[in-house]
């Protein structure tokens, strides 16, 4: 991990582990088009095969973000490269993370109040790049979890998304120093009347866990991340 000022870099991994849980539910490659490479941002994007604006709302702590995608042949390495090269130099703080099959890049623009996020995954033999970018601030508003999340465990993001007709709700969490939070998540859920199997919970790496309740769908994503702690991501989809 690379970044600086260690509060804003907690916010910016956070954002930029939302991004990714987005970013495998909202291509639809049939509406995909072609580009020059010319972000509207003004910066400029490795070898792009299609460019797609993503319908549909998605809002980040309180702040709409505008989304798009597009696909590269450049590996997702390459392509965080490629980005960090043209934001370095500039007032900005930025931080990398690394992803279970890709890269991301997030990018807090203090002085323009602008936050860019950019998550580079490898799929279907090519490289899939989600960017979002919105205002920073917010009303800050948003739902609760649907599931009670046990002391020692902190949110520190929350996305929803409109797409699709139905609402997604996701939460970034991480876990507080010598805790034992995560241990405790998964029975909770059972506890609230979420279908599911907490066998394939672990203590190390990464676990998804998937659960149902009558039409609403729940995903608890678990894993090592960033400054040495565990992280959470709790992904809610409902009417």
């Not at 807090?108 to 580079?120: C, P, T």
């Not at 039409?215 to 709790?234: F, K, N, Q």
Request: some cysteine; hydrophobic content about 40%.
């Amino acid at each position: 991990m690379e970044g600086r000022r260690d509060p804003v870099v907690r916010v910016l991994l956070a954002l930029g582990l939302a991004g990714f849980v987005l970013a495998g539910v909202l291509y639809d490659p049939a509406q995909a088009e072609s580009s020059t490479g010319l972000l509207p941002e003004g910066l400029w994007a490795p070898g792009i095969s299609s460019l797609h604006h993503l319908d549909g709302a998605i809002v980040s702590d309180g702040t709409e973000m505008e989304m798009l995608v597009f696909t590269t042949a450049a590996s997702p390495r390459e392509v965080v490269d490629h980005f960090r090269a043209q934001w370095e130099g500039r007032a900005v703080e930025w931080v990398e993370a690394e992803l279970p099959d890709g890269r991301a890049l997030t990018v807090l623009d203090l002085h323009e109040g602008l936050r860019w996020i950019l998550v580079a995954r490898n799929t279907r033999g090519a490289t899939e790049v989600i960017r979002s970018l919105g205002r920073i601030g917010g009303d800050g508003g948003h739902a609760s979890p649907p599931l009670s999340l046990p002391e020692g465990l902190g949110v520190v993001s929350h996305t929803r998304d409109r797409v699709g007709g139905r609402l997604v709700d996701t939460w970034v969490a991480v876990e507080g120093d010598g805790g034992e939070a995560f241990t405790s998540l998964c029975e909770g859920a059972l506890a609230l009347g979420w279908e599911g199997d907490c066998s394939s919970q672990k203590d190390e790496g990464l676990a998804v866990l998937e659960f149902r309740r009558a039409d609403e769908s729940l995903v608890l994503g678990i894993g090592d991340g960033p400054m040495g702690r565990r992280w959470a991501t709790i992904r809610w989809e409902h009417p």
